[in-house]
């Protein structure tokens, strides 16, 4: 073993003694140990690459990083425990000062965007360019949705005690009641915005209960986003569960679990045509608002300034003819006016008749004065037109009996014969609720106010 010339050993090429994986290799003759040797094809050999490195000196077996050869492709550099290096180092000719070899191998990657105003900014102004681009299609309920509270108009008693939760910024559970149309899913919106600013998206969640009634929805994608932690400076988040009178009982039991348990991160905005529908636990731990039919000035207000906006005239008579067959519903007079004035750009009176599909007043009064005066035949030809002619439905047509019911004299109908005809209407009501027909079913309240003429006189 004495005899055995004096080894050192190579990492990937590089003479270094005592490197861990390492192949031993002969010193070349003549060359002194530690220091620097010939490569074939260095300046003392044939090919001209020269590789430096530490020998066994002073610094032999202290640095762990290895070196790369100069005009050779990077490779996978092993330390003294077979770790991968975090530096490599890299040099030219002997005396060079060594430099990191990543800034040549690997090229600086620029910056990742900064969450932060930069990304809101670009969110902003892609929403605007979308709003551009289908402002000319757009449907003009939405196009026209108030988009704050100071905006909206007709529910006065509702209004104030909502722009003075956003101001606070503190509120309860909220459930909004009240027939369709008169503007539930716009205030819960407009709050959301005046709660939130311009980042209300990221903490609003709107849901349909008609799409998902079951529990499952319940626990996945409303427990999924009630326990997560709102964003901003407003303490929580906002869930806006419309026709929420669909859900399933077992969904609403689960759902009243969630508004208990995650009601410091989340606040839950149900909205319902009919509260009775809900159980009550889910009535008791909300604020209740009962939503009303606009007014007919309040919705003659936003016809104008929808029609300002699109510029479209309409008449007077029109006007009248529109808020008769809305009966105080904003979203169906609006999309009744968008309907007429597609073609035209002067809504009269004749063009809303045309494509108006509910019955009209004098309408309804023809009917029922055929039936009142004994000629049940003509009572149900002008029935028959309705369905045929305008495409009324039978819940349209019933809804309109009994709002002209009240306004038809005594003395053509007694008030004995109007109770009983009030209470066959809600008979009759169920019956269509249930899947009965819609002619046979009207067909019958006219045998009705026929029959109860001829018993009053």
């Known amino acids: 073993m004495a005899d055995d010339p004096p080894r050192t050993t190579r990492h990937h090429g590089l003479g270094r003694a005592g490197a861990v994986g390492a192949e031993p290799v002969s010193p070349a003759p003549g060359a002194p140990e530690g220091g620097r040797r010939s490569v074939p094809g260095s300046p003392s050999g044939a090919d001209g690459v020269r590789a430096t490195g530490v020998g066994s000196g002073a610094h032999a077996g202290r640095n762990p990083n290895a070196f ?8 996978p550099k092993v330390g003294a425990h077979g770790e991968r290096s975090p530096a490599v180092l890299t040099g030219r000719a002997a005396g060079e000062v060594p430099r990191r070899a990543d800034a040549r191998a690997f090229p600086a990657r620029p910056p990742f965007p900064v969450p932060g105003e930069s990304l809101i900014a670009r969110q902003r102004e892609r929403e605007r360019s979308v709003m551009v681009e289908r402002a000319g299609s757009a449907v003009w309920v939405e196009k026209y949705r108030p988009t704050s509270l100071r905006e909206m108009t007709g529910q006065d008693a509702i209004v104030p005690l909502l722009r003075s939760y956003a101001e606070k910024r503190s509120m309860p559970h909220l459930l909004f009641a009240g027939p369709p149309g008169t503007g539930k899913t716009t205030a819960a919106l407009a709050l959301a915005r005046d709660l ?11 849901l349909n209960a008609s799409d998902s009634r079951g529990i499952d929805t319940v626990r996945t994608t409303i427990k999924e986003y009630a326990r997560t932690s709102p964003l901003g400076d407003v303490g929580f988040k906002m869930l806006f569960l419309d026709e929420a009178d669909n859900l399933t009982s077992e969904a609403q039991a689960s759902l009243r679990r969630l508004m208990e348990r995650y009601s410091g991160s989340c606040r839950f905005v149900l909205s319902c045509n009919y509260s009775s529908r809900l159980i009550e636990p889910i009535q008791s731990r909300c604020a209740v608002f009962r939503f009303r039919a606009y007014t007919t000035d309040a919705v003659r207000a936003q016809l104008e300034r929808v029609a ?40 009269t009176a004749e063009t809303v008749k045309e494509y108006a599909t509910v019955p009209l007043r004098r309408e ?16 149900r030809d002008r029935l028959y037109a309705l369905f045929t002619e305008r495409g009324a439905s039978g819940e349209d047509i019933l809804k309109a009996i009994h709002g002209y019911l009240p306004d038809i004299p005594d003395t053509v109908l007694p008030p004995r014969e109007k109770i009983r005809l009030v209470e066959f209407l809600g008979e009759v009501d169920f019956r269509l609720a249930q899947g009965a027909s819609d002619r046979i079913q009207l067909e019958a309240v006219l045998a009705h106010v026929a029959a109860g003429r001829a018993a009053g006189k």
């Open 68 to 75: 790369i050869e100069e005009g050779t492709a990077s490779r």
């Open 364 to 379: 309804v009064e023809g009917m029922l004065g055929a039936a009142l005066s004994g000629t049940f035949r003509d009572a």
């Open 196 to 206: 939130y600013g311009p980042e209300w998206r990221q903490n609003f969640l709107e």
């Open 308 to 347: 300002k906006g699109e510029s479209k005239k309409v008449t007077a008579e029109a006007m009248e003819t529109i808020l008769s067959a809305s009966g105080g519903d904003m979203r169906r007079a609006i999309n009744l006016l968008q309907l007429t004035a597609t073609r035209v750009d002067n809504v």
